[in-house]
């Protein structure tokens, strides 16, 4: 009679049980990989910021004399980083290039408050931007 482990040699020589191994190990890299790209840091940071605006309940947002509300804002500076492309890579050029004025009469964005006071939207998403880098629960700052 054969040891039990000469039935499983047969089934796997040694040659394919390392291939399988390695392909194993390869594959399951990733799920291990705790280290994230400078990009995807950047474009979480993005997505916090839109997601920032999104969140505020009661809030008006004025753009080119018209108000919108947090939602239909959001939605805009989404689009404008669509537009944008490869010329925001940073949250800051984010807020720059998207988020701050009207690309189209260069008039500046403001966040109107329940309570009536209004701040220009790049004052506010650079405040977020800094409660952002400075929350401990955010990974990879």
């Not at 040659?15 to 705790?34: D, E």
């Not at 910021?49 to 809030?59: G, P």
């Not at 964005?109 to 220009?120: A, L, N, S």
Request: aromatic content about 10%.
């Amino acid at each position: 009679m054969l040891p039990a482990f000469a039935s499983t040699a047969r089934i796997f020589p040694k040659h394919k049980l390392l291939r399988i191994l390695f392909l194993i190990g390869c594959l399951s890299a990733p799920a291990f990989s705790q280290s994230t790209t400078p990009e995807e840091i950047e474009q979480r940071r993005i997505q916090y910021l839109i997601s920032a605006i999104a969140d505020l309940k009661d809030t008006t947002f004025i753009r080119n004399g018209s108000e919108y509300n947090a939602q239909r804002a959001a939605n805009h500076l989404r689009l404008k980083l669509r537009f944008a492309g490869n010329r925001v890579k940073t949250a800051e050029d984010f807020i720059v290039c998207c988020a701050t004025t009207s690309s189209m009469s260069g008039e500046k964005y403001w966040i109107k408050f329940p309570d009536g006071h209004m701040v220009e939207s790049a004052t506010f998403l650079r405040e977020k931007l800094a409660a952002y880098a400075l929350d401990s629960s955010n990974p990879q700052q």
